[in-house]
């Protein structure tokens, strides 16, 4: 995945933060530890001289061995003196080593030339975190969505079964090979607000989340195509058919045009072929897809998404009679 200049510069800065922290912390430890033992100054002088000796010694002698030997065994003894102090303040005995977020590329995003996980991870969040913002994601809860809020008896217990549904989906979500879903409905019944608690928990969970209506996101795809993208690498696409879970909210409120037509049959088509779940709400009934889009798109979500039909009373307007 390739990413913007703006990313790229804020992971750079992050892993700075990171490596900085974890030395001035050691620096802070050893400082204060040497406060109360001043005899670990002289331990670390005489290791250090041993480590010099052991170098100068292999350059310099022709039979080195046995003289190396004995450098080596008294600084194991300098080791093990060291040990002892930290452990007689109750410390382990890398209490004074840097400690790095990552002890594999100690903070630098590399070993040996070669981009670290703990690199690439901080990039792909980054980036979708960059993505959401842009498309204004804000995380509702489980706990807020009100059930008592539809006063017909018979759908105020439907809406429990999709409600029981979207938790259980949240809490064993486990990325490739999860359900794609369809939330349909008529307006002000609850998907946008369920399907952002599925997204806050999933979110938690460590997956990377993309949340957006499909207006904005075809509005993004379509400027980076005709080259009227603020991002200079136009990376909207790859992320939408790459992330771990793609929410698109309120399918069906875009201007539709032969573009965007062929944009979310793409995004659909390819997150199947990935095993990518992707959920999708709308107004548009299931039935009434093929004639909004066409015959493809409609197949793909009829038999290949799990339906959740949303029935009850507009509960936005309920809330505000409420308040």
Do not use: W
């Not at 900085?20 to 001043?38: N, Y």
């Not at 200079?232 to 573009?259: H, M, R, S, W």
Request: net charge negative.
């Amino acid at each position: 995945m390739k990413y913007s200049r703006k990313v790229v510069d804020k992971a750079n800065t992050i892993l700075q933060q990171r490596q900085e922290k974890a030395e001035k912390e050691a620096a802070s430890r050893h400082t204060e530890f040497i406060k109360k033992h001043p005899e670990l100054a002289e331990i670390e002088a005489e290791m250090s001289r041993t480590g010099a000796d052991i170098l100068k010694a292999v350059q310099g002698c022709e039979n080195p061995r046995e003289y190396i030997d004995s450098l080596s065994r008294k600084n194991l003894e300098f080791q093990r003196l060291k040990k002892e102090l930290l452990k007689s303040e109750g410390f382990d005995g890398d209490y004074l080593d840097i400690h790095y977020t990552c002890p594999k590329c100690k903070d630098t995003g590399y070993v040996d030339g070669v981009v670290c996980s703990c690199y690439e991870e901080l990039l792909k969040k980054l980036s979708y975190e960059d993505l959401a913002e842009k498309t204004s994601l804000k995380i509702s809860s489980f706990d807020e969505f009100d059930i008592s809020l539809y006063n017909d008896e018979a759908k105020r217990a439907h809406m429990q079964k999709i409600l029981n549904y979207c938790k259980d989906y949240a809490e064993e979500f486990d990325g490739k090979g999860f359900p794609s879903v369809y939330m349909f409905g008529e307006t002000g019944l609850g998907k946008t607000h369920l399907s952002l608690a599925i997204a806050g928990k999933v979110i938690e969970k460590g997956y990377n989340v993309i949340y957006g209506s499909a207006h904005n996101f075809f509005n993004m795809l379509e400027r980076e195509h005709f080259g009227r993208s603020e991002n200079p690498d136009g990376t909207t696409e790859e992320k939408l058919l790459n992330c771990d879970l793609l929410i698109l909210d309120d399918l069906g409120a875009e201007f539709v045009t032969q573009y965007t037509v062929a944009e979310l049959y793409n995004i659909i088509d390819t997150r199947l072929a990935k095993d990518l779940p992707t959920i999708i709400s709308s107004n548009i009934k299931s039935d009434e897809l093929e004639s909004k889009y066409n015959n493809r798109i409609a197949s793909r979500i009829l038999y290949s998404y799990y339906r959740l039909c949303f029935m009850g009373n507009d509960i936005r307007q309920a809330l505000s009679q409420e308040n």
